[in-house]
């Protein structure tokens, strides 16, 4: 069972990545700042979503909606940290 847990773990940032290297692909040319997402943020966008499918079919929905935006939530202000540090 964690075998299948993880493989599906795994496919979810696959994915991220893959479509995180994409976008930053097609959107080289941009200036810096003109880019809204790219590898890390799809990464962890995917990573985000597989493991809320992972405690949805573990634990249960409710649980699930719990954690996803318990990370959305922390996401966001993370992301908010580092702009207001940055400027």
């Given at each position: 069972?964690?075998?299948?847990?993880a493989l599906?773990?795994?496919?979810a940032v696959?994915?991220?990545?893959?479509?995180?290297?994409?976008?930053?692909?097609?959107?080289?040319?941009?200036p810096d700042?003109?880019?809204?997402?790219?590898?890390?943020?799809?990464?962890?966008?995917?990573?985000?979503?597989?493991?809320?499918?992972?405690?949805?079919?573990?634990?249960?929905?409710?649980?699930?909606?719990?954690?996803?935006?318990?990370?959305?939530?922390?996401?966001?202000?993370?992301?908010?940290?580092?702009?207001?540090?940055?400027?």
């Amino acid at each position: 069972m964690s075998g299948i847990l993880a493989l599906s773990l795994l496919s979810a940032v696959a994915s991220g990545l893959l479509i995180g290297i994409e976008r930053g692909w097609k959107q080289r040319a941009q200036p810096d700042g003109a880019r809204v997402a790219g590898v890390r943020t799809f990464t962890l966008i995917a990573t985000s979503g597989g493991l809320a499918a992972i405690v949805a079919q573990a634990v249960s929905v409710a649980v699930a909606v719990i954690v996803t935006g318990g990370l959305t939530a922390g996401l966001l202000a993370f992301g908010t940290t580092e702009r207001s540090v940055a400027s």
